[in-house]
């Protein structure tokens, strides 16, 4: 069941309207939608996005890696980051969806999300 409300930001970044499930088919596909707070950096400084999905027993069923540029600087920059993951020969099961985020020049200055997601 998508999602309301007035914001259509995620078009800009999205082929699906956003929800709250958490379970899939095999087959079907994640999309996800986050905002980054960039604080404190300055211009040309990069953030490493590293996506990935993890079974239970910790294998990996899908990783990718991103850079995003900070274009300029001040006090804080908002990133919009989108990714869509095909769950084509990913297995039934519980997985873990996990979005980190840190910035290159300090890889001590990162966040994480993780969403606990399943596969049917």
């Not at 027993?57 to 990714?83: C, I, N, P």
């Amino acid at each position: 069941e998508p999602t309301g409300g007035a914001d259509r930001s995620w078009k800009e970044v999205l082929a699906d309207p956003p929800t709250a499930v958490r379970a899939f088919a095999a087959g079907d596909r994640v999309s996800l939608f986050t905002e980054i707070y960039d604080n404190g950096g300055k211009a040309g400084d990069q953030l490493e996005i590293t996506t990935s999905i993890r079974s239970d027993a910790g294998e990996t069923a899908f990783t990718r890696r991103e850079m995003l540029s900070r274009k300029d600087g001040g006090k804080s920059v908002t990133h919009q980051y989108g990714e869509t993951i095909p769950l084509t020969g990913v297995g039934p099961g519980r997985y873990l969806l996990t979005v980190d985020a840190r910035r290159t020049s300090n890889p001590a200055h990162h966040a994480s999300r993780q969403i606990p997601i399943s596969v049917r």
